[in-house]
């Protein structure tokens, strides 16, 4: 099966840098994703990481590393609107289309 | 604009009931849509992924008599909770994915049982 990893909650101020991590036991890998979610809302992509390295998307960055089986999303000059849930997420290799399992998730409080 | 599209995106009904979620992909074919259920505070639980043309193939606990799904086209998939109790209030939500490995979400229907 397939289980990911992540803290539930993490507290910053404006301006600050948060880091959340994701680690994973999957029978198959077909890369980390993240997404968003802004309570009462969809969950909204925001990277994708099939190899090592770090991927960087304006302030957010992810990071993989297959051989850890750990990942993690970098969330720089936090502003309030990024007040959310994060959800890592995995695809499983074996389903068709794009069946995903997902992190318990990790609610990212901004405060000014 | 939306790229899935969900309906209702609130429903309030009475316990006993059923009631159908729609969602639909807007501008590409799904032959696969993926369901999901979050209950407040808590992540995504898949519940079934809808295949076009074929059965639907259940999470293990979820029950596929209380929770039809249907893909008649490959553009649609319906979610049908049957004979609803408080406890299935919960937001719903349906993903596809267009070519490659782009997922969509559709905006969610939140379920209230009364």
């Known amino acids: 099966g397939q289980s990911l990893e992540q803290p539930s909650e993490v507290t910053a101020v404006e301006g600050a840098i948060v880091q959340i991590n994701c680690t994973y036991q999957?029978?198959?890998?077909?890369?980390l994703s993240w997404y968003q979610q802004h309570d009462g809302g969809a969950p909204t992509f925001l990277s994708y990481?099939?190899?090592?390295g770090l991927e960087e998307t304006g302030r957010f960055s992810s990071f993989l590393s297959r051989s850890d089986s750990y990942g993690y999303l970098l969330l720089q000059e936090l502003q309030m609107k990024d007040s959310a849930s994060y959800f890592c997420?995995?695809?499983?290799?074996?389903?068709?289309?794009?069946?995903?399992?997902f992190g318990g998730g990790t609610r990212v409080l901004v405060k000014p | 604009g939306a790229v899935v599209s969900q309906h209702p995106s609130r429903v309030i009904c009475k316990s006993g009931t059923s009631v159908k979620i729609e969602c639909r992909s807007l501008?590409?074919?799904?032959?696969?849509m993926f369901w999901y259920r979050q209950f407040p505070k808590q992540s995504l639980m898949l519940m079934a992924t809808s295949n076009e043309g074929s059965k639907a193939t259940y999470e293990q606990g979820v029950e596929k008599d209380k929770f039809l799904i249907n893909h008649a086209s490959l553009t649609l998939s319906t979610l049908t909770v049957t004979s609803a109790h408080p406890e299935d209030s919960s937001f719903y939500i349906c993903?596809?994915?267009?070519?490659?490995?782009?997922?969509?979400f559709g905006e969610g229907s939140w379920l209230t049982v009364v």
């Open positions: 999957t029978s198959g890998f077909y890369g």
């Open positions: 997420a995995v695809r499983d290799p074996r389903a068709a289309g794009n069946k995903l399992t």
């Open positions: 990481n099939a190899l090592d």
């Open positions: 993903s596809a994915n267009r070519a490659g490995n782009t997922i969509y």
């Open positions: 501008d590409f074919q799904a032959t696969t």
